[in-house]
């Protein structure tokens, strides 16, 4: 699963990014966003070819749920989510993307947790496969959430977790994003694990706190000599 994850870049960078205007988009960088906080997430205007970044509650609350009170959504497995009554609709119609620049997770070791960043080559931005819905509170106001698709680990990540967020190739986001695409095949053929460089590399205990969200979260830290074997 994908449980933190870091987006450090400034609003400029991902607007020129993903080629997304985002006017309204109030972003600052971020090292450890937690789930059920705003994140931006780029989409596709439904009636014509333009993308437009939002924010949006990351935990995906299905349109037809009755309260909040549901289980936090915040991924959805690509093997089956066309098949699942919170994410199929979503997967057909509302599909996006989640800008981030690294991603966090966990390694049990006895009692403990050890936690990792995973980057893209030396850092840099890319987006997560994702999909969102639309939920009507009883006062009439909407709520836009969103979760990220995960796939089994490649070589980097099957070290430490048994899934990995599903990390789409730029080449792809157009397709991803775009509503009048709906044949499940073709989009299940993207939600591969990722194939390119990536690193991982242990960071301090201090992103298990979701107050703690500064540099420090994802800055490498020496693992002791009996943990130094893992990689």
């Not at 985002?22 to 705003?38: G, S, V």
Request: aromatic share 10%; with cysteine.
């Amino acid at each position: 699963m994908c449980g933190r994850y870091r987006l450090s870049r400034r609003k400029q960078i991902i607007e020129q990014y993903f080629d997304s205007p985002a006017d309204e988009l109030d972003w600052a960088p971020r090292y450890n966003i937690a789930p059920t906080q705003p994140v931006p997430v780029v989409r596709q205007k439904p009636s014509e070819p333009a993308r437009v970044v939002n924010l949006m509650r990351w935990g995906l609350i299905p349109n037809w749920a009755k309260s909040l009170s549901g289980p936090l959504l915040i991924n959805a497995r690509s093997e089956t989510a066309a098949a699942t009554p919170s994410f199929g609709d979503p997967l057909r119609f509302r599909r996006c993307l989640i800008p981030a620049d690294g991603f966090y997770e966990w390694q049990r070791k006895g009692t403990a947790k050890q936690p990792f960043c995973f980057e893209v080559n030396d850092g840099e931005m890319f987006a997560f496969a994702g999909i969102w819905d639309g939920w009507k509170e009883p006062n009439g106001q909407w709520i836009r959430s969103c979760s990220i698709l995960t796939t089994t680990p490649n070589a980097v990540t099957s070290a430490v977790h048994n899934r990995m967020p599903v990390i789409l190739e730029p080449v792809s986001y157009d397709v991803w994003l775009d509503p009048g695409m709906t044949d499940i095949e073709v989009l299940a053929d993207l939600l591969k694990p990722y194939a390119r460089t990536m690193r991982c590399y242990p960071v301090s205990s201090r992103v298990n706190q979701v107050v703690n969200d500064d540099a420090g979260c994802s800055m490498p830290i020496e693992l002791l000599q009996n943990q130094g074997h893992l990689f």
